[in-house]
C-alpha cells in the first residue's frame, strides 16, 4: 500500500505487519469470487466495532478469573488502543517579550491534510505582530500519517493520537488552543472531553453535532452497500504518473466516492501532486476517508463529547463560580447563505447549531459568522482568521464582527 514513498517524497513508511486474525466476511466473499449480501443498517458506533473498543479508544478485552474465583469472577480488563505517530509541521512564535508564545493546534478536515493551514501560517510567519506557535497534523489516513489498525479508528483514538503529538512539543504544558476545522472539529470535540485540563479555547470551524448522512453525496447505493472498504485498501498513494495516481483515485472507495472532477480539485489544489522525479503521490486516502466517515462523521459521538463537556463544565461552576478554568468554546462558522457551511443553526434539530448552544450553555460558548466566507473558512476569509485568532490566542477574546 505504501510502496513508492521512498522514491516519491524521500520518506520510509514502514508498513503494519500482517494480521493474524480472520478475514472478515466481504473479504473472504471477495477471494472466493462471490459477492456479499448488501445490505447497510443504520450506523452505530458501537456495533460497527463490536462494542467499547473504537467507541471510546480502548481495546476491552475480558481478564480471565482464576482457577479459583469462580465464572462469576469475570470482570472487564481495560487496555488504551496505542497511539499512531502523526506526521506534523510545527513553527515557533514569537512575542515581543520573548516570552513563550501561546500553542495552537490545528486538525484538518475530511479529504485534506496539515497542508490546509499553509496560508494561514505564512501569514503569521510574514507579520511583524506577536504570533503563536503553531501545530498542525495529518490524523491517521490523511496526507502522510498512515491508517494504522483500521479497528482502533475512531474519535477518541484519533484524539488520543493528537493528544499525544501535542505532548511531545508542548514542553511547557501549558493548555494550548485545539483549531478544528470540519470533521477535525469533531476529532477536537473529542479531545476536549477527554483531557478536559489541556485546552484553553476550542475553536469548533463550520461544524456542527449533526449525524451525517451520506446518500446526500454517494447517493442512495450508499445506504445500501457502504464504501466498498475492499478496493480503498487496494489503494496504492504513490504511482509512475499523477495521471495513474489521480486515475485510480476516482471511485477508490467505491461507487458514488472521489468523482473525477473532485479528484481534478485536489490535482488542483496539490493534494494528488507530482514529485520532482515525476512520480504521482496522493495526500487522499480512500481507505482513511471511508474510515473517518464512518466513525467519526456518522456517528453522533460529537453530540456525546460536547455533552461530557458541559457536565464537566456545570461541575466546575457549581463547585466555583468565579473559576475562569474551564475551555471556552468557539463556533467559527460560515454564513448559511452561502450554500457551503456544514453548521446549521438548525433549530429543534439535535445536533445542530442551536442545539450545541443550549448544551454548553451562553456562558461558555460563543457564536461567530464570518462574513463572505465559505466551509473552509481559514482560506476564505484570511485576514479576519488571522486577526481573530492572534486576538483569541493572546488575549482570550472572543471573535465579533459588526452586523
Known amino acids: 500500500m505504501w510502496g513508492g514513498l521512498d522514491e516519491a517524497l524521500g520518506v520510509r513508511v514502514q508498513p503494519n505487519a500482517p494480521s493474524s486474525t480472520p478475514p472478515t466476511r466481504d473479504e473472504a466473499a471477495t477471494a472466493s469470487g462471490t459477492q456479499p449480501a448488501p445490505k447497510r443498517a443504520p450506523f452505530s458506533l458501537f456495533d460497527f466495532f463490536g462494542g467499547l473498543d473504537a467507541a471510546l479508544g480502548v ?37 515581543v517579550d520573548n516570552t513563550e508564545p501561546p500553542l495552537v493546534v490545528l486538525v484538518h478536515g475530511l479529504e485534506s491534510h496539515s ?28 496526507g502522510l500519517t498512515p491508517v494504522g489498525e ?3 479508528f475512531g474519535p477518541a483514538t484519533l484524539a488520543r493520537d493528537v493528544m499525544a503529538c501535542v505532548t511531545a512539543h508542548n514542553a511547557s504544558a501549558e493548555k494550548f488552543i485545539l483549531v478544528g476545522h470540519s470533521m477535525g472539529a469533531r476529532v477536537a470535540t473529542r479531545l476536549v472531553a477527554d483531557f478536559p485540563n489541556k485546552v484553553s479555547h476550542l475553536v469548533i470551524e463550520d461544524m456542527d453535532a449533526r449525524q451525517f448522512d451520506g446518500t446526500k453525496y ?16 487496494g489503494f496504492c498513494q504513490s ?92 463556533l467559527w462558522r460560515a454564513p448559511e447563505l452561502s450554500g457551503q457551511s456544514s453548521a446549521a443553526l438548525a433549530p429543534g434539530e439535535k445536533g445542530g447549531v442551536a442545539w450545541i448552544l443550549a448544551t454548553i450553555g451562553e456562558h461558555n460558548i460563543h457564536d461567530t459568522v464570518f462574513p463572505n466566507s465559505g466551509h473552509s473558512v481559514h482560506n476564505d476569509a484570511q485576514e479576519a ?13 472572543p471573535a465579533t464582527f459588526e452586523q
Open 115 to 142: 497542508g490546509t493551514w499553509d496560508a494561514l501560517m505564512s501569514r503569521f510567519a510574514a507579520s511583524k505582530e506577536p504570533s503563536p506557535s503553531f501545530l498542525a497534523v495529518d490524523l491517521r489516513g490523511h
Open 150 to 152: 483500521e479497528l482502533d
Open 218 to 233: 454517494f447517493g442512495e447505493q450508499w445506504r445500501v452497500n457502504g464504501f466498498d472498504y475492499v478496493k480503498a485498501r
Open 385 to 397: 482568521y488571522e486577526n481573530a485568532l492572534r486576538l483569541l490566542a493572546f488575549t482570550g477574546t
Open 59 to 95: 481495546s476491552v478485552n475480558p481478564k480471565q478469573p482464576s482457577p479459583s474465583a469462580g465464572a462469576a469472577a469475570q470482570v472487564l480488563h481495560v487496555t488504551p488502543a496505542p497511539t499512531q505517530t502523526l506526521r506534523s509541521v510545527f513553527q515557533p512564535g514569537r512575542t
Open 239 to 330: 504511482g509512475e504518473s499523477i495521471h495513474e495516481v489521480a486515475s485510480a483515485l476516482v471511485g477508490a472507495a467505491g461507487p458514488g466516492t472521489f468523482q473525477k472532477d473532485r479528484v481534478d480539485g485536489y490535482v488542483a489544489r496539490g493534494r494528488v501532486f507530482a514529485a520532482p522525479n515525476g512520480r504521482g503521490f496522493s495526500l487522499i486516502h480512500p481507505l482513511g476517508f471511508a474510515l473517518a466517515c464512518d466513525t467519526v462523521l456518522v456517528s453522533d459521538d460529537m453530540q456525546l463529547a460536547l455533552k461530557k463537556i458541559a457536565v464537566t463544565q456545570g461541575l466546575r461552576d457549581r463547585l466555583d463560580r468565579s473559576n475562569h478554568d474551564v475551555c471556552s468554546i468557539h
